[in-house]
């Protein structure tokens, strides 16, 4: 299989006003895009753009979301790349594949969004073989980290960083940490996805201390549910006429 046929085809438009972010990962992803908007007069005075950013934190807290609103909101292509989905057995072949990835994204001038992203870094075995394998897999990585352009992005998103070299995660500037939703939180992140759907299907007790993802699914199964009862109760009172 080519390694391109592994590159995600996601083609959904984020806003960044569609992302639930607190205050401080708000300001920081604000603070990148407007240091992207403005790289060549930094670049004049010699100082580095925040290129290589790590999301990290819960599953389906919104790290994916993010990394294609920020794509959006600089108006450049994302790659997306699943590690999970790439690391094989052979890992020079690994390294080759994820060196290509990494070449197309800098032609491109792209974001390059690494998801599951602790694959390459979390422990592989125990014998020396194995160990000495994934070191040089990191090796290489640590590499193509540092030698990536700064007119390209570089985002990955792990939901277990404590099991990632510390020699990769020092390679990025900006880390960024994606906490469960308060109450408060995903009530307005509720009111926000129910707002198209009538008043009287939204009418269903909410669950807290979950996901935006998981909070998602079952709001609309609920829409899902309720819609179904009224096209029954249509059908029945056709029929009934």
Do not use: W
Not at 23 to 34: P, R, V
Request: hydrophobic share 40%; aromatic share 8%; charged share 25%.
């Amino acid at each position: 299989m080519n390694v391109f046929d592994l590159i995600i085809n996601d083609k959904e438009v984020v806003s960044l006003e569609d992302v639930f972010l607190n205050k401080y990962n708000h300001q920081n992803i604000q603070q990148l895009i407007k240091e992207y908007r403005y790289v060549e007069e930094l670049t004049k005075y010699g100082l580095p753009v925040n290129n290589k950013i790590l999301l990290q934190g819960h599953s389906g807290c919104g790290k994916t979301t993010t990394a294609k609103a920020i794509a959006n909101a600089l108006g450049k292509p994302i790659l997306i790349l699943n590690l999970s989905n790439i690391v094989c057995s052979r890992i020079g072949e690994t390294s080759q594949n994820i060196k290509q990835v990494f070449d197309k994204a800098a032609r491109e001038k792209a974001v390059l969004f690494l998801d599951e992203f602790d694959q390459i870094g979390k422990e592989r075995g125990s014998d020396d073989k194995d160990v000495g394998e994934m070191r040089r897999l990191v090796n290489t990585i640590i590499q193509l980290i540092d030698y990536y352009p700064a007119n390209a992005l570089l985002i990955a998103a792990t939901n277990h960083a404590e099991i990632i070299d510390l020699a990769l995660l020092r390679r990025f500037q900006l880390r960024i940490n994606f906490e469960m939703p308060s109450s408060g939180i995903l009530d307005t992140y509720y009111d926000k996805i129910l707002k198209p759907f009538p008043a009287e299907m939204q009418n269903f007790e909410r669950q807290y201390n979950i996901s935006f993802a998981e909070a998602k699914d079952y709001a609309f199964t609920k829409m899902k549910s309720a819609l179904i009862e009224k096209l029954e109760r249509e059908e029945k009172n056709l029929k009934s006429i």
